[in-house]
T-cell receptor, first 113, second 116 residues
Framework: AQSVTQPDIHITVSEGASLELRCNYSYGATPYLFWYVQSPGQGLQLLLKYFSGDTLVQGIKGFEAEFKRSQSSFNLRKPSVHWSDAAEYFCAVAVSGYSTLTFGKGTMLLVSP | GAGVSQSPRYKVTKRGQDVALRCDPISGHVSLYWYRQALGQGPEFLTYFNYEAQQDKSGLPNDRFSAERPEGSISTLTIQRTEQRDSAMYRC??????????????FGEGSRLTVL
């Protein structure tokens, strides 16, 4: 079965600084990969997804992620963090369009002034 | 509706009581999913429906948990004889595409269940 690891439970970034959140997956083939964001009191919102093709995918709110097969990673990046980006971020994986979505445990992003 | 609506937002119950959690998906969405999220964890799949048909219930932890979506719209997740370990955030999501792997799931704000 597929699994997802988000090694960082918490990350603190200064406003305006760059951000990278790590995600590693375990699956024999190329999975479908996603990043979701959960703001306080809100439901999860899809930031971006990767199915195939270009390994650098652009998402909403200025986020991007890069799929690296050799490292089994799908790290989320943003060049300049805003205070409103403070939230919990979840990486997720599916092995096909009809399979179960498996989420990581999440990384809480704190933004300092 | 405009978004996925869940009720109640908060539910406190005593051990042994039954609870029903309701999900009203985005209008016209074919698929509806239930997830459970414990503190410090990511959402875990429970079950899902395409229209009124329950497609997969492999994530339901035991037979105290059941779900229905009788008219292919609103869904109810029922937990019978609640136990303290059932305390969690229960999240509902809907999608216009059948299958979770498409990824475009729209989540509600969740129902926080606390069993005393």
């Amino acid at each position: 079965a597929q699994s997802v690891t988000q090694p960082d439970i918490h990350i603190t970034v200064s406003e305006g600084a760059s951000l990278e959140l790590r995600c590693n997956y375990s699956y024999g083939a190329t999975p479908y990969l996603f990043w979701y964001v959960q703001s306080p009191g809100q439901g999860l919102q899809l930031l971006l997804k990767y199915f195939s093709g270009d390994t650098l995918v652009q998402g909403i709110k200025g986020f991007e992620a890069e799929f690296k097969r050799s490292q089994s990673s799908f790290n989320l990046r943003k060049p300049s963090v805003h205070w409103s980006d403070a939230a919990e971020y979840f990486c997720a994986v599916a092995v096909s369009g009809y399979s179960t979505l498996t989420f990581g445990k999440g990384t809480m992003l704190l933004v300092s002034p | 509706g405009a978004g996925v609506s869940q009720s109640p937002r908060y539910k406190v119950t005593k051990r042994g009581q039954d609870v029903a959690l309701r999900c009203d998906p985005i209008s016209g969405h074919v698929s509806l999913y239930w997830y459970r999220q414990a503190l410090g964890q990511g959402p875990e799949f429970l079950t899902y429906f395409n229209y009124e048909a329950q497609q997969d219930k492999s994530g339901l932890p035991n037979d105290r948990f059941s779900a229905e979506r009788p008219e292919g719209s609103i869904s109810t997740l029922t937990i019978q004889r609640t136990e303290q370990r059932d305390s969690a955030m229960y999240r509902c999501a809907s999608s216009s595409n059948p299958g979770q792997g498409s990824g475009e799931l729209f989540f509600g704000e969740g129902s926080r269940l606390t069993v005393l």
